[in-house]
T-cell receptor, first 113, second 114 residues
């Protein structure tokens, strides 16, 4: 059963605009959330993370928002750049489960010039 | 960030043979490593958790006799696909964490069984 869900398989955004990628989860025990960027035939690259005790974390052009009551998080990229085009995975972990990550199915972002 | 190296990046093997994939944490000690498998256009699915010095913990539905995991040291975990079949063809990725805040991934291994 998919505990982390990314319901949008793809997203297209114009360069310079904001990209918003969404993620929902079902396990209320998750206490740490991460976003990864992935290119085909490569391992995921860590982007940004957030602990469940926070509702926002910002790192440069990337901001992650967490709404615990809604079990929802989102990744904002602003301004979007063509180099941001990739598949973005949302992941969640539960401390008591030994740090294993549960991934969503990914959202393919295309940033057009 | 920390570096996790996975080798080989690509391997083609004949049906019935075994293939070993190595995962090394280059600049930190990883007591726990994770092995994932990705099917085309699908998410990364956790296969097993590799614990240094003890047996791996496999996820439901993963055959432990087919996917042998060994975590012989704090910097090396191996995944051996035994008696490989074409349906084992996939992209395999290892991961290690040096703290609770991040997880670092290897480059992945594209396995093709012919």
């Amino acid at each position: 059963d998919q505990q982390v869900k990314q319901n949008s398989p793809s997203l297209s955004v114009q360069e310079g605009r904001i990209s918003i990628l969404n993620c929902d989860y079902t396990n209320s025990m998750f206490d740490y959330f991460l976003w990864y960027k992935k290119y085909p035939a490569e391992g995921p690259t860590f982007l940004i993370s957030i602990s469940s005790i926070k509702d926002k974390n910002e790192d440069g052009r990337f901001t992650v928002f967490l709404n615990k009551s809604a079990k929802h998080l989102s990744l904002h990229i602003v301004p979007s750049q063509p180099g941001d085009s990739a598949v973005y995975f949302c992941a969640a972990s539960e401390r008591d489960s030994g740090y294993a990550l549960n991934f969503g199915k990914g959202t393919s972002l295309l940033v057009t010039p | 960030g920390a570096v996790v190296s996975q080798h080989p990046s690509r391997v083609i093997c004949k049906s019935g043979t075994s293939v070993k994939i190595e995962c090394r944490s280059l600049d930190f000690q990883a007591t726990t490593m994770f092995w994932y498998r990705q099917f085309p256009k699908k998410s990364l699915m956790l296969m097993a958790t590799s614990n240094e010095g003890s047996k791996a913990t496999y996820e439901q539905g993963v055959e432990k006799d087919k996917f042998l995991i060994n975590h012989a040291s704090l910097t090396l975990s191996t995944l051996t696909v035994t008696s490989a079949h074409p349906e084992d063809s996939s992209f395999y990725i290892c991961s290690a964490r040096d703290s609770y805040t991040e997880a670092f991934f290897g480059q992945g291994t594209r396995l093709t069984v012919v």
